[in-house]
């Protein structure tokens, strides 16, 4: 694979997906651009229902039965993930690119030790030799920092807590050391404490290995204290990218903005936080505005309800909107 950091390791473009139901077909993700380079940090944020997971599902070729892509690609190393067979997909998953899943506690398999399911991972993605089996498992569980990494691998895991389950599936995404991490909400149901203490483990392992990560979280705090881009997901639209900094000091996104200010921080007073208006709306829809903002933003025009904004996803700071909150401070200016 290519070693130029300018080059995305992952380049998603006018990626779109449905699923078919009973109810009607959900146009989950339309038009979706993402890129992501050797060593970088993404944070890809939305409220709950925004299609964060279903994108990371969908590019692993994991998604659900009724699930059908529509368009689009997804190119990792040069290898259209889209278009490739099942067996390709098979040997790139958990060893170049690996997923650490929302509930450890349910991703884990019940009946077998820590130690069998990091061993299990081994077996199919590296060359390791059966007698190097139990020693590179026990490496991997001290590289998470599990206390008595010898006497976890025998361990069940219900025997273990939540935060060190977290800390087994990270062993596990990161035994074969892969290229690209996805973390879907990787800090849910985890009190504050531990969820610091695996977000800081996590990201660590990343700086040191230079490995791109994908962290998908509705924490818009979180993704701002670890990431270096922010990618904004509405309604199966990426609506804004940009680095972490940047966004939070000037999002040009209408949506990117009442996300921000909806979110607590530190020095937050409860009473300014504004909850954004509205809902997303139902993707089952035939009448869906281009824009799938358009119905919650005072901004909007008939422009944006008939016209999709570009979004050029590799560009420093870009933001799919035809009324950019940047352009106020332009004409200040």
Known sequence: MSGDRSVPLLDVRDFSLE????????????????????????????ESGSGKSVLAYSILGISDRAARISGGSAVFGGLDLVTASEGALSDIRGREISMIFQSPRTALNPIRTVGQQIEDVLKRHAAVRSDDLKARAITA??????????RRYAAYPFELSGGMCQRVMIAIALACRPQLLIADEPTTG??????AAVMDLMVGLARERQMATLFITHDLGLA??????IVVMHAGHVVESAPAQALFGGARHPYSAKLISSTPREDTVLARLAPIAGALPDLRRKDLPACRFAERCERATEHCRRELPPLDATAAHAAACWHPLMQEIAHAG
């Open 19 to 46: 699923f078919r139901t009973r109810a009607g077909t959900v146009h989950a993700l339309h038009n979706v651009g993402l890129a992501i380079r050797k060593g970088e940090i993404v944070g890809l944020v939305g």
């Open 141 to 150: 569980l001290r590289e998470v920092a599990i206390a008595d990494p010898a």
């Open 190 to 195: 985890l009190d504050v404490t531990t969820q």
């Open 224 to 229: 701002a204290e670890y990431c270096d881009r």
